[in-house]
């Protein structure tokens, strides 16, 4: 195969490239409000086959999004398989008015393209998809199998992938998994993550009173804010830990090699405190031990407090009802059932089981070892396309990864083209488009690398 042909191909077809990510991203395709999911299925489905890629809408059940399912069989090498894993959902919009331009403009300015999955996760996919049609269109083959498995739910907490993956388990064989997405770290160099956190959301409610009342009945009349308030304080203290017992029970330290490869990570603390407006971290940590904390430490988070009035000015009120939504970070051997059973007894013996939970989603963390040939071949690549790369342990975010690697029994690497600042979740989310391009090409040398071997 002739790479060199593959990797110009790449340079001379960026103008195609830009405009299928355009499509994707003009194509609204919102999860959490189930807004425009089949659409954009279809349109991913289509972008495959114009790049020659064989692709079909995968279904579980009513109600649920389609999977995208693409493969192209390699002649040359059909006994390797490397599967991509995407989404196609994008997280919602708001606040609407925070954006410069339309949230699904796809607008180029200079080197970046914006619009909500311009990075996460339309970017992403859209370099994968064009590294295979960069081989095929240039040696009419590829270096082994390719199979892409894009769902629509990855935003809100992929609550069917695992049924997917076990449904098609045939199907979506394969020998290693390259993972959504990767950040590209503030001196371009993308971080290789070979973990993520698991998650546990909830939300805690409390109705006290039949409507909003007058706060001049606040001497008589509870106010589930207060309520809601104490019963949050007791699940952690201020310096980040979590107070419910037996939460970090079966959490395992880090071994020599990761807390070495921690270690030589780099982390540009300075540059993260101003770009996030922050002067200290939780705890004042620092350094070392700030990285150690977003490989390794569970977290405990409010996500949103809703209660009473939150316009302008001032409103004596007393509100009627309450509510928290709350987010725990778990980190690998924490099974999300069993905390969340610690949660609920904690509430209970702290006195607040009159609080309403309703559980949005868990899920449990995964890594991959560090020692797996999979992990050097993707290192190479991204060296070699990149003159340099950081391998980091895990990401401090959460995704479907142990699913993957429990159902399919593969390796999963995280690289990609998200820049660390690119905004994703955020109004003026963009992607740079040098970086996109050097992705795509990262991912043929990754396709090229893991079949040799
Ligand atoms: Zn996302």
């Known amino acids: 195969m002739n790479m060199n042909h593959t990797l110009r191909y790449v340079d001379d077809h960026t103008k195609g490239l830009v405009s299928d990510l355009q499509v994707l991203i003009r194509q609204p395709s919102v999860s959490a409000k189930n807004e425009g999911l089949e659409k954009c299925a279809k349109l991913v489905c289509n972008i495959m086959k114009k790049s020659g890629i064989k692709s079909e809408l995968l279904r579980l059940k009513k109600g649920v999004p389609p999977l995208v399912f693409g493969e192209v069989k390699s002649k040359q090498n059909p006994n390797k398989t490397l599967l991509f894993y995407n989404h196609y959902d994008v997280q919602p919009v708001e606040p609407f008015e925070l954006w410069d331009d339309k949230p699904f403009s796809g607008k180029i300015k200079g080197n970046k393209i914006f619009g909500r999955g311009s990075s996460d996760d339309k970017g992403e996919l859209i370099t994968r998809i064009k590294a295979v049609e960069s081989y095929l269109r240039t040696n009419g083959d590829v270096p082994c199998n390719v199979k892409f498995v894009v769902e629509g739910e990855e935003e809100i907490g992929s609550e069917h992938v695992e049924l997917y993956l076990k449904k098609y388990r045939k199907k979506f064989a394969c020998d290693a998994v390259i993972w959504e997405f990767g950040y590209v770290d503030s001196k371009n160099r993308p971080i290789i993550s070979l973990g ?10 409390k109705k006290e009173s039949t409507r909003d009342l007058h706060s001049s009945l606040a001497v008589i009349i509870k106010n589930p804010a207060w309520r809601l308030l104490e019963a949050v304080k007791s699940l952690r203290n201020a310096d980040g830990k979590i107070l419910i017992k037996d939460w970090y029970k079966e959490v395992q330290s880090l071994t020599k090699k990761e807390l070495q490869l921690i270690e030589s990570e780099p982390f540009d603390e300075i540059g993260m405190k101003k770009e996030y407006g922050v002067k200290n971290f939780v705890a004042n940590k620092k350094g070392k031990a700030a990285k150690q904390a977003l490989v390794a430490e569970p977290t405990c988070n409010i996500a949103g407090f809703v209660s009473g009035y939150t316009e302008q000015g001032a409103k004596t009120v007393l509100p009627g009802s309450a509510f928290v939504k709350i987010d725990f970070r778990l980190v690998p051997n ?9 949660l609920r007894s904690h509430l209970k013996s702290k006195g607040f089981g009159d609080l309403k939970m309703t559980v949005y989603h868990g899920e449990a963390a995964s890594k991959t070892n560090i020692s797996d040939p999979f992990v050097s071949q993707v290192q ?16 401090a975010g959460t995704g479907p990864m142990y699913a993957f690697a429990q159902v399919l029994k593969s390796p999963c690497v995280s690289i990609g083209c998200t820049h660390v600042y690119a905004r994703i979740h955020s109004p003026n989310e963009f992607a740079r488009l040098d970086l996109i391009k050097k992705t795509t090409k990262c991912m043929c040398r990754i396709l090229e690398k893991f079949a040799k071997d």
């Open 196 to 205: 993520m956190k698991g998650l546990l959301y909830v939300e805690l409610s």
């Open 334 to 342: 924490m099974d999300p059932k069993k905390q969340l059973a610690r």
């Open 380 to 395: 190479e690549s991204a060296n070699e396309i990149y003159g340099k790369s950081i391998l980091s342990v895990s990401s």
